[in-house]
């Protein structure tokens, strides 16, 4: 026996089980005022800079903010595309495609960690759709702190301002997913197939990180080194690994990016593709510091001939990753295949 709800009653949408991709940010234009806003965000995270606030505020506030936003700005205008930044972009591409993979049960959304869309207007626009389970997804392969547990730190303050709060899951690091390797390695094969020369060897060049969070237990370094051994494994090519995106004084992770190239021309190596493991979609560092600087640098160095190969992005090999990422995740809240 049901009873009938009153006449004065809300109305409450059935509920649904939601998926919300995550990445890191991106200014809303690229022109000075909109890279400082974004910059300030960004560089005020203490999961980013583990600096104390007292100390680092000044900085930021004072030179930082005074001098590098109008530098930043000239490199997003590089990139820039008519629908705007590559990464927001990609990923609402990705976002996209993933729907219409996981079908209408389903409900697929995107947000960023830094600048617009925010973690917490989607979760409550999900929320409001009657998402009472939400998968989060941060798009990063390989764990770090200042990526995928800032954008976790993020939804969950969102659910501390929420009375009726939905499930939530969290996607795990899958740096060594036999289905992730598997996309890397198709996608690389795709892409290297199409160039006009034939790459003397491939570099997997990830984003920084002080070497201090490596110490401290952060497992990036360690992933990122397992993905590369993997690919050596995957692909007949050699493989080497650099590290990039440094800024500051600080010790970062070695070898360095632009410093790998160098000794690869000295080495013998004329010929180089450049892959971004650890970049879910392209954005500024893909495209701008790797597809434009490190070309430069590396050709000044002798090197001849120079391929960067794209990210992931929304191609079929990473719709067909994250759906089984993602049905694996949702196991018990959706009913599997």
């Known amino acids: 026996m049901t009873t009938a709800r009153p006449a004065d009653h809300p109305v409450i949408p059935s509920p649904k089980v939601g998926v919300l991709l995550i990445n890191l940010g991106t200014p809303d234009g690229p022109d000075p005022k909109s890279v400082r806003r974004y910059l300030a965000e960004f560089l005020s995270d203490r999961r980013v800079v583990e600096i104390p606030p007292l100390l680092w505020q000044p900085i930021l506030r004072g030179v930082i903010l005074t001098t590098r936003p109008k530098k930043s ?9 008519e629908q705007g930044s590559p990464l927001a972009v990609h990923t ?50 390989q764990y770090s702190a200042a990526t995928t547990a800032t954008a976790n730190d993020a939804a969950f303050a969102a659910l501390a301002a929420m009375r009726w709060q939905p499930a939530i899951r969290t996607l ?3 740096h060594d997913d036999p289905a992730y390797i598997a996309a890397l390695k198709a996608s690389i094969e795709r892409s290297l197939a199409a160039l006009d020369f034939t790459p003397d060897a491939l570099l997997a060049s990830f984003h920084g990180m002080p070497e201090r969070t490596l110490h ?21 090519l050699p493989v080497h690994m650099s590290f990039q995106s440094r800024f500051g004084r ?3 992770l070695e070898p360095e990016t632009e410093a790998t190239l160098a000794g690869l021309v000295r080495n013998g190596v004329r010929n180089i593709a450049v892959v971004t493991p650890g970049f879910a979609a392209d954005c500024l560092e893909t495209l701008e510091e790797i597809a434009l600087r490190a070309r430069e640098a590396f050709l000044r160095e002798g090197g001849e001939k120079f391929a960067y190969l794209p990210c992931l992005n929304a191609s079929g090999e990473a719709i067909t990753l994250y759906h089984r990422l993602l049905s694996r995740e949702l196991s018990g809240w959706i009913d599997q295949p």
Request: aromatic share 10%; with cysteine.
């Open 73 to 81: 700005a000239h490199a997003y205008q590089q990139v820039w595309t």
């Open 92 to 141: 609402r591409a990705t976002a996209q495609a993933v729907q219409a993979a996981m079908g209408e049960g389903i409900v697929v959304d995107w947000a960023m960690r830094y600048g617009n869309p925010g973690i917490a207007s989607r979760m409550a626009a999900m929320k409001a759709a009657g998402c009472d389970r939400i998968l989060l997804v941060p798009l990063y392969p």
């Open 172 to 174: 795990p690091p899958y």
């Open 216 to 236: 401290l237990g952060d497992p990036y370094h360690c992933q990122s080194v397992k993905t590369v051994r993997l690919l050596r494994e995957a692909l007949p």
């Open 250 to 252: 600080a010790k970062w």
